[in-house]
């Protein structure tokens, strides 16, 4: 039987075409690293308060090539590498829902940053390979500072599984990204608005009970992830409607979940605007097909 480990924990942190044209006049080793990092934190703030998501889909792709010259030039800067993973697994994740083979070679690109980025610190690269129970003594060496390297990486890494159900290695791995979330979960609950709690709240989901699939767990996760967010991150929701809702054949609370979603304003929170518009946009999609799902 095979398993559908559809972690979709959607996350951004997306940008702006007409820097490839400003920065293409620049030699790139000129610029600082602290240079690029602080130009790419302005471009992630800048995009995060977007309503005009067509402008976001048409202009990441630039902006992926703009984050991997950065990365070649400056290939063990851990800052960029991070940026890297969260960005390439961002726009995967929003975007590429048509495209499996896209989105699986994005995630894929991901992955590669976060675990470079990982690998900086103590026995991370070396455990890599070994079986989970050697590879999680590495993970007592990674504390809060680390914490964005570890979700990123579990994120992209993870959303590669899901494409790559078809690979017995691949689905191997599976115990290897819960450890980096629960870790994740130990240091920084909080961590992009719950984050973690949302993904552990998918994977208990995608499983089967007879595999493990714990809907109560879930219920959990996905109540953690309000609280933490504030109930301000809408995207929280539609993935409680998608999934929770839906495995539990609920549909009043699947409607009345989503109609929270959609009566909401998107920028209640400015820099949660993009991600909150992206959430109306899949909620009403999600409504228009509820006699389908129930």
């Known amino acids: 039987m095979v398993m559908d480990y559809r972690w979709k924990v959607v996350l951004l942190g997306v940008f702006s075409l007409p820097l490839i044209v400003h920065f293409g006049c620049i030699p790139s080793k000129r610029l600082t690293v602290a240079a690029v990092g602080s130009i790419l ?74 675990i470079r980025a990982l690998s900086k610190h ?36 993870g959303n590669w599984i899901s494409l790559s159900t078809d690979s017995v290695e691949a689905m191997a791995e599976v115990p290897k990204v819960l450890c980096l979330m629960e870790r994740v979960l130990e240091l920084d609950e909080g961590f992009y608005y719950g984050g973690a709690h949302l993904f552990m709240a998918v994977y208990h989901l995608s499983r089967p009970k007879a595999y493990g699939g714990n809907p109560e767990k879930a219920q959990r996760h996905f109540e953690k992830a309000f609280e933490v967010s504030q109930e301000k991150f809408l995207m929280s929701h ?57």
């Open 41 to 114: 934190e302005d471009i992630a703030s800048s995009s995060s308060k977007q309503t005009d998501v067509t402008v976001i889909r048409e202009g990441t792709p630039a902006y992926l090539m703009l984050i991997d010259g950065f990365i070649e030039a400056y290939p063990h800067n851990e800052e960029l590498l991070i940026a890297g993973a969260k960005a390439y697994s961002s726009y995967a994740a929003l975007f590429t829902d048509q495209d499996q083979e896209k989105a699986k070679g994005l995630y894929l690109r991901g992955k590669q940053y976060g």
């Open 238 to 294: 539609v993935l409680y409607a998608k999934y929770y809702a839906r495995q539990t054949f609920d549909r009043e609370l699947f409607v009345l979940t989503l109609e929270k979603v959609l009566e909401t304003p998107a920028d209640s929170v400015p820099e949660l605007t993009l991600l909150n518009t992206m959430a109306k946009h899949q909620a009403k999609g999600l409504l228009e097909r509820v006699d389908d799902y129930f």
């Open 122 to 157: 103590g026995q991370f690269e070396e455990l890599l390979s070994k079986p989970v129970d050697q590879f999680r003594t590495c993970l007592p060496g990674l504390g809060k500072k680390d914490v964005p390297a570890l979700f990123w990486t579990a994120s992209s890494w």
